[in-house]
């Protein structure tokens, strides 16, 4: 099983982003989601996430700016980043609870990060 997160570059302040994090190799169902990200010298923070179900909760940093989505049938869920500030320049990664529908287990996956550059 592979996370993939995807969608990152370069964008001038004010400009938008949207993440894809992306599941595939396997029989299984995403739960939760979280994206996190981390920029250089700073601890990894979590800035949004999204329920099983759909419900989504965000960091104070980019509540109204950012919306977590998913699409249970492509196995994705999204990230849209709008009004984007040069703060939110980091790595960001999508960390998802994975249920293995073959073993009726539960797994946990880091994506590899993407990079998201905002210039002022």
């Known amino acids: 099983v592979q996370l993939q997160a995807s969608g990152g570059g370069l964008v001038q302040a004010g400009g938008s982003l949207r993440l894809s994090c992306a599941a595939s190799g396997g029989t299984f169902s995403i739960n939760g989601v979280g994206w996190y990200r981390q920029a250089p010298g700073k601890q990894r923070e979590l800035v949004a996430a999204?329920?099983?179900?759909?419900?989504?909760n965000y960091a104070d940093s980019v509540k109204g700016r950012f919306t977590c989505s998913r699409d249970n049938a492509k196995n994705t869920v999204y990230l849209q980043m709008n009004s984007l500030k040069p703060e939110d320049t980091a790595v960001y990664y999508c960390n998802a609870d994975l249920f293995d529908i073959a073993t009726m287990l539960l797994h946990d996956y880091w994506g590899q990060g993407t990079q998201v550059t905002v210039s002022s």
């Open positions: 999204i329920s099983s179900g759909g419900s989504t």
